[in-house]
Nanobody, 118 residues
C-alpha cells in the first residue's frame, strides 16, 4: 500500500508563501491536496491527475499551484499570497481512478498544519 508523508507547513503572515511537499512510496495516477479547518469538513484544494491534468478549487486559483515529480513520486503545492482563511491542516492523498471526491482517495498522509496570521 502506498504511504504518504507531507512536509512544509508552518506559521506565516498574510501575503507570505509556503511550499508543501508530499512524497509517496509508490507511483499513483492521481495525487491531490485537501485541507481541513477546525470545525469544517475536509475540502479539495488541488489535484494532479491522469495525463498531467491539474485542477484547483476556485478559492485558490491564481495563488496556489500544484506540480509533480514522477521520478521521485512527489507532489508539491506552492501557495502564494496566503490568507487567514487558508489556515488548515493540509493533507496529501492519492487514488488510482479519475475523480476528486474525498471518498475515492485511498491513501492519506498525516497532514501538515498551515497557519496564516492576519
Amino acid at each position: 500500500q502506498v504511504q504518504l508523508r507531507e512536509s512544509g507547513g508552518g506559521l506565516v503572515q498574510g501575503g507570505d508563501s509556503l511550499r508543501l511537499s508530499c512524497v509517496a512510496t509508490a507511483r499513483a495516477p492521481v495525487m491531490a491536496w485537501f485541507r481541513q479547518a477546525p470545525g469544517k469538513e475536509r475540502e479539495f484544494v488541488a489535484l494532479h491527475g491522469i495525463g498531467g491534468r491539474t485542477e484547483l478549487t476556485d478559492s485558490v486559483k491564481g495563488r496556489f499551484f500544484i506540480s509533480r515529480d514522477n521520478v521521485d513520486n512527489m507532489v508539491y503545492l506552492q501557495m502564494n499570497d496566503l490568507k487567514p482563511e487558508d489556515t488548515a491542516v493540509y493533507y496529501c492523498a492519492v487514488r488510482f481512478t479519475a475523480g476528486r471526491d474525498v471518498e475515492g482517495f485511498e491513501t492519506w498522509g498525516q497532514g501538515t498544519q498551515v497557519t496564516v496570521s492576519s
